[in-house]
């Protein structure tokens, strides 16, 4: 296996593996087409829903692209055939990486320190991750995404900083009317609050977008 690309959502997995195909396929066709010689790179996913013939084939003949979650990877590594069938890769690609950085991917990662590894999250700024991670890459940004017409404009409702100095706590709390009078509109029942902003702002109800920055 050359690359490896893990995930901790199995649905997820899936859908990588699927996208992954319908690209492959048109360049082999466009390879076909120009007379240049090309070789398909084949693919796998190994979940815990992978039946052990398929399980037995993946180490046996291990393929070009691995698409697989971490429990997975756990189990293979655990095994002579399943570390065998991964000692050429050369490429990490892990998703949603702040969740995925389990004890045998941090094991597998140290003893292969000549591995390109990616690492993918909306979350990148973790202590942990600079452990493993020289150079953070933000691929596009939110400004970007609503120039492009990708995103509609967004709104903050939410008050960057807060001074919650003297705000009094009721069963280790701070009070929800005294943090609305500072501004900090969202406090509480997230859901009835967004709602009520969302009757004050639109006049009903609208399919709407919430992106949380943070939770405290």
Do not use: C
């Not at 901790?8 to 990588?16: G, I, N, Q, T, Y």
């Not at 039946?51 to 293979?76: G, N």
Request: hydrophobic residues 40%.
């Amino acid at each position: 296996t050359r690359v490896l690309y893990i995930s901790p959502l199995r649905a997820l997995a899936f859908d990588v593996e699927k996208n992954l195909r319908a690209p492959l396929t048109g360049i082999r066709l466009a390879a076909e087409r120009l007379g240049v010689p090309h070789v398909e790179p084949t693919i796998a996913m190994r979940t815990g829903d992978t039946p052990a013939l398929e399980r037995q084939r993946l180490v046996r003949k291990p393929p070009h692209i691995l698409v697989t979650t971490p429990e997975s990877l756990y189990l293979m590594l655990t095994s002579v055939k399943g570390r065998a069938a991964l000692r050429k890769t050369e490429t990490i690609i892990v998703d949603e990486i702040h969740a995925s950085l389990r004890k045998s991917l941090k094991t597998f990662m140290q003893n292969k320190p000549n591995t390109r590894v990616l690492g993918l999250t909306a979350t990148p700024y973790n202590p942990e991750l600079a452990s493993y991670f020289t150079n953070i890459v933000n691929v596009v940004s939110m400004k970007d995404l609503v120039s492009d017409g990708f995103l509609v404009p967004f709104r903050v409702f939410v008050a960057t900083e807060v001074d919650t100095e003297g705000v009094k706590v009721t069963a280790g709390e701070w009070q929800k009317d005294e943090l609305e009078k500072r501004s900090l509109k969202v406090v509480g029942d997230v859901v009835s609050d967004y709602v009520k902003i969302a009757h004050e702002v639109w006049g009903k109800p609208k399919k709407t977008i919430v992106f949380s920055s943070g939770v405290a």
